[in-house]
């Protein structure tokens, strides 16, 4: 156990700091849910909506970049019917009820992922 004196001296932080992995999941499908509520609500292009929808996107990233590939991947997905192509982030075991930490549109991944995390992230 580290004394408050001992955080500065020690490189402990960024590890308390990360968010684990399955919250991130819960995180990324709560915001999900209402981000889809808010869309039934209002719109796509109310404030609200718009706002959950760029939440669930940081939370994606953030979770592919601490978590990709030991827990997560980046899977194409070829079943669900959308308006574009998408990523589902596939968890390499499910965690509770999750499989998946929603859907991300491909061409969102390219515009906020570099082309080699983008590889890293896919399954192999």
Do not use: C
Request: hydrophobic fraction near 45%; charge should be negative.
């Amino acid at each position: 156990m580290h004394s408050i004196s001992n955080f500065s001296q020690t490189n402990d932080l960024p590890t308390l700091l990360k968010t684990p992995w399955p919250s991130l999941v819960k995180e990324i499908n709560a915001v999900n849910q209402a981000w889809k509520l808010a869309i039934d609500m209002f719109d796509n292009h109310h404030f609200l909506a718009q706002s959950l929808r760029y939440l669930k996107l940081r939370l994606q990233v953030r979770l592919l970049r601490n978590y990709a590939p030991k827990f997560v991947f980046l899977v194409e997905d070829l079943e669900t019917e959308s308006d574009e192509p998408l990523y589902s982030l596939k968890l390499v075991s499910p965690f509770g009820d999750y499989k998946y930490a929603a859907h991300l549109p491909i061409r969102v991944a390219q515009e906020v992922l570099s082309l080699e995390e983008i590889e890293q992230f896919l399954s192999q």
